[in-house]
C-alpha cells in the first residue's frame, strides 16, 4: 500500500506542476519581453493555493517512501 501511495503521490504532483506550466508558459510568450518576469510574477501569485496540491503530494511521498 505504502509503495502504491508512494508512486500515486508523484504522479500527482506531475499532473499539478505539468498543469501549471501549460498554463504558465503561454501566458508569459503572450508578454512583451521586457515584461514576462512581471508577468510570470503575477500569473505565478494566482497559482499559490493551488500550489498547496504539490505541496500534498510531496507530503504523503516522503511520509510513504
Keep these: 500500500f505504502a509503495r502504491v501511495l508512494h508512486v500515486v503521490s508523484i504522479a500527482g504532483w506531475i499532473v499539478v506542476v505539468s498543469g501549471q506550466t501549460s498554463v504558465i508558459m503561454p501566458a508569459i510568450a503572450r508578454a512583451a519581453s521586457q515584461d514576462r518576469l512581471h508577468a510570470f510574477?503575477?500569473?505565478?501569485?494566482?497559482?499559490?493555493?493551488s500550489g498547496q496540491g504539490g505541496g500534498l503530494c510531496w507530503q504523503v511521498h516522503l511520509i510513504s517512501g
Design 41 to 49: 510574477s503575477k500569473i505565478e501569485q494566482g497559482f499559490s493555493d
